[in-house]
Antibody, heavy 124, light 110 residues
Framework: EVRLLESGGGLGQPGGSLRLSCATSGLTFNNYAMTWVRQAPGKGLEWVSAISGSGAYTYYADSVKGRFTISRDNSKNTLYLQMNSLRAEDTAVYYC?????????????????WGQGTMVTVSS | QSALTQPPSASGSPGQSVTISCTGTSSDVGGYNYVSWYQQHPGKAPKLMIFEVSKRPSGVPDRFSGSKSGNTASLTVSGLQAEDEADYYCISFAAANNLIFGGGTKLTVL
């Protein structure tokens, strides 16, 4: 069974940084692109960032481009999201999700396994 | 880019069918066949229901179907059941390597 477990959420200061992790198990991690999706309290889903299986290709939503960095360590089966220059509007539950497609570097928007989410609150 | 447009709410009685629309532009929904649909129950992670406009992942009941016409994609739930009550979100690939979600639709089973 494929499992994803996010960690690293918590309270961040405006202008500060947080690093989220997503530990995975039950899959050949380097064969799948991974994605971060967030959901502000009481709001809808927002795609944040994605990375190809090899890590060679990365994609970002305009709202986080230049502030967030997605990365992965395939030796540790772990996905990361480095969040810098935090803003109040970054407050959300952050989900990591596995791409449905095997060995694809394209953005298909199909994510078949999700973590339980980690809450990030940006406030002074 | 703006979120795709979904109706805030939809409803139907058990056994009925309901269709949820997702309207974008030629730069997203209309330009690509990469539209997916997610079901989200309160406090839970989203679940993939439809991908590539009309394909169902293994384990998703065939009561769920997807289609697209022009810039509008649609999710139809047939034979409504109580457990179908949830929020539904569409997502589409968009130009310049973006993914855009719809605002979400709350489906109520009366």
């Amino acid at each position: 069974e494929v499992r994803l477990l996010e960690s690293g959420g918590g309270l961040g200061q405006p202008g500060g940084s947080l690093r989220l992790s997503c530990a995975t198990s039950g899959l050949t991690f380097n064969n799948y692109a991974m994605t971060w999706v967030r959901q502000a309290p009481g709001k809808g889903l927002e795609w944040v960032s994605a990375i190809s299986g090899s890590g060679a290709y990365t994609y970002y939503a305009d709202s986080v481009k230049g502030r967030f960095t997605i990365s992965r360590d395939n030796s540790k089966n772990t996905l990361y999201l480095q969040m810098n220059s935090l803003r109040a509007e970054d407050t959300a539950v952050y989900y990591c999700a596995k791409d449905y497609y095997y060995d694809s570097s394209a953005l298909g928007g199909a994510f078949d396994v999700w973590g339980q989410g980690t809450m990030v609150t940006v406030s002074s | 880019q703006s979120a795709l447009t979904q109706p805030p709410s939809a409803s139907g009685s058990p056994g009925q069918s309901v269709t949820i629309s997702c309207t974008g532009t030629s730069s997203d929904v209309g330009g690509y066949n990469y539209v997916s649909w997610y079901q989200q129950h309160p406090g839970k992670a989203p679940k993939l229901m439809i991908f590539e406009v009309s394909k169902r992942p293994s384990g998703v009941p065939d009561r769920f179907s997807g289609s697209k016409s022009g810039n509008t994609a649609s999710l139809t739930v047939s034979g409504l059941q109580a457990e179908d009550e949830a929020d539904y979100y569409c997502i589409s690939f968009a130009a310049a390597n973006n993914l855009i979600f719809g605002g979400g639709t709350k489906l109520t089973v009366l």
